[in-house]
């Protein structure tokens, strides 16, 4: 098929949205838009051109099994795949994490990246999601473990020396307030006091001596970055 | 609570398509499956990150709708889906669901409803063929005619 005929992609992406496709056409076409940047882009434009029906329909609280459901057919310890076109790396994407209401989905899924082990009910809510420069997450906090607590780690090991150490900052109004040092190891956690984060705050992490920064504001350079999404319980 | 309102949204787009919660859960547990497998597949520069989750989500509850090779007999008419939206705040959700209600509306009758039989309840072809008692190349002719005309509309 000629799929470079822009009419031809413009129609196969929108009955590819509308589920009108033939299950074996589809799967065909999904093998195509994994590798055709033009197809997959109208396919995105055309789901969200869309998209306003769906704000018909009732949301409805899906029960925590399905999470349980999600974690028993991940293989534990496993990591997602290699984003070959930067889900996770895609600044647009991390500019957008802040406002979008797709932020906490993505953060499941960075949870299931950083604790393949512990999904389950009560399901995890995601406080901040901290990125470096190049935009991948390299810290996560969520909820709990305790009330009026928010659990700090990293997503994936960082990398460790015993001269420095990991520091946290609470930036509001440009003002940075030392939370705590992070624990460079996958899995992990630092606990940080709920209040101490407010929503709309900038966390920011920064590289320190061992023991902390001496002067009370960050001395090394900042490594990664984010907002405060929700205020923890 | 950001996560819970995705999810709970992406279980309505389940539940409104295979029409009862038990089976909806299975589709939201493939989907979310699916999400972690195909996690490297998606873009921000494709389009937004719910319409790829709830795209996901809806296909899965179609094949789960073929495998099954039935489907639910109480529907209500997919029309009162945008009507009942229509009648609640002006949000701007609320203004890109009227430009899409007022291109809709600029389809004829049938093939109107071809279309949102097909994303609102993943209806096949076949499906809407037997339904309005015609052959199912007019289906495919009025749903290709339907999405040259959306396209005209929206983007005009």
Redesign the interface.
């Known amino acids: 098929m000629r799929y470079d005929d822009p009419?031809l992609r413009?129609?196969l992406a929108?009955?590819y949205?509308?589920?009108?496709m033939?299950?074996r056409s589809?799967r065909r076409f999904e093998r195509l838009i994994?590798s055709n940047?033009v197809s997959?882009?109208a396919?995105?434009?055309w789901?969200?051109?869309?998209?306003?029906?769906?704000?018909?329909?009732?949301?409805?609280?899906?029960?925590g099994?399905?999470?349980c459901?999600?974690e028993a057919?991940?293989a534990p310890g496993s990591a997602?795949?290699?984003?070959?076109?930067?889900?996770?790396g895609?600044l647009?994407?991390w500019r957008?994490l802040a406002v979008?209401?797709?932020?906490?989905?993505?953060?499941?899924?960075i949870y299931?990246a950083a604790f393949p082990g512990r999904i389950g009910p009560p399901?995890?809510?995601?406080v901040a999601v901290l990125a470096d420069q190049s935009g991948d997450p390299s810290w996560i906090a969520i909820v709990g473990p305790q009330r009026g607590e928010v659990s700090v780690s990293a997503v994936r090991a960082q990398a460790e020396d015993t001269r420095h150490s990991f520091e946290l900052w609470g930036i509001t109004g440009g003002a940075p307030r030392p939370l705590g040092l992070l624990r460079p190891q996958s899995g992990s956690a630092a606990i940080i006091r709920a209040a101490q984060l407010p929503p709309g705050d900038l966390l920011a992490v920064s590289l320190e001596p061992p023991e902390g920064s001496p002067t009370g504001l960050p001395t090394g350079p900042v490594l990664s970055r984010g907002k405060v999404?929700?205020t923890p319980p | 609570m950001l996560y819970t309102q995705t999810a709970a949204k992406l279980f309505g787009v389940a539940v409104r398509i295979v029409g009862q919660r038990e089976e909806a859960e299975e589709v939201l547990q493939e989907s979310f499956v699916a999400v972690w497998q195909r996690a490297g597949d998606y873009d921000a520069a494709r389009g937004s990150a719910t319409g790829w989750l709830t795209t996901i989500v809806r296909h899965c509850a179609i094949d789960h709708l073929r495998r099954r090779a039935g489907r639910p007999e109480s529907r209500s008419a997919p029309e009162d889906l945008l009507l009942k939206f229509a009648a609640g705040e002006s949000t701007d959700r609320g203004a890109e669901l009227s430009v899409l209600q007022r291109c809709l509306g600029e389809l004829d009758e049938q093939p109107r409803r071809a279309v949102l039989l097909a994303y609102v309840y993943g209806f096949t072809r076949e499906e809407i063929a037997t339904g309005c008692a015609v052959p199912v190349g007019t289906i495919k002719s009025w749903i290709r005619r339907s999405i040259e005309r959306l396209k005209r509309c929206l983007d005009g």
């Open positions: 009419e413009e129609l929108a009955e949205v509308l589920g009108t033939p299950s589809r994994a940047p997959a882009r396919v995105g434009a789901a969200d051109r869309l998209a306003p029906i769906d704000t018909g329909t009732p949301a409805e609280e899906p029960p099994r399905v999470w459901a999600v057919r991940i997602p795949p290699a984003p070959a076109h930067g889900w996770f895609s647009a994407f957008g979008a209401a797709c932020a906490a989905a993505a953060g499941l899924i299931v399901t995890p809510e995601v999404l929700l």
